[in-house]
Nanobody, 120 residues
Framework: QVQLVESGGGFVQAGGSLRLSCAAS?????MGWFRQAPGKEREFVAA????????RYADSVKGRFIISRDNAGNTEYLQMNSLKPEDTAVYYC????????????????WGQGTQVTVSS
């Protein structure tokens, strides 16, 4: 019942920044981001609760990425700074009507993904 659409991916040099957006057709309690690099499993990146007051980050992106959402709760953002080649992946937004812990483990809704490529 929820459609998610990502945008903002592209090519960037190492050390640069990108901002991803994910628009939801309905308000959700918790939203997040995952990524999948070639030949690897999909991994958790970041999550945010319904009010935007609680966040979670993978250790690999702490201090570099910032997750946020708008006041209406329909759109989440991922500000990616100090990008590294190992950040190259397809990034997927995710959402749930459950808790921030639920979106980390088993989100109910997924976007189609947006490619992020970081060159050396």
């Amino acid at each position: 019942q929820v459609q998610l659409v990502e945008s903002g991916g592209g090519f960037v040099q190492a050390g640069g920044s990108l901002r991803l957006s994910c628009a939801a057709s309905r308000r959700t309690l918790s939203m997040g981001w995952f990524r999948q690099a070639p030949g690897k499993e999909r991994e958790f990146v970041a999550a945010i609760n319904w009010s935007g007051t609680s966040t979670r980050y993978a250790d690999s992106v702490k201090g570099r990425f910032i997750i946020s959402r708008d006041n209406a709760g329909n759109t989440e953002y991922l500000q990616m700074n100090s990008l590294k080649p190992e950040d190259t992946a397809v990034y997927y937004c995710a959402a749930t009507f459950g808790s921030i812990e639920t979106v980390k483990i088993s989100p109910s809704y997924w976007g189609q993904g947006t490619q992020v490529t970081v060159s050396s």
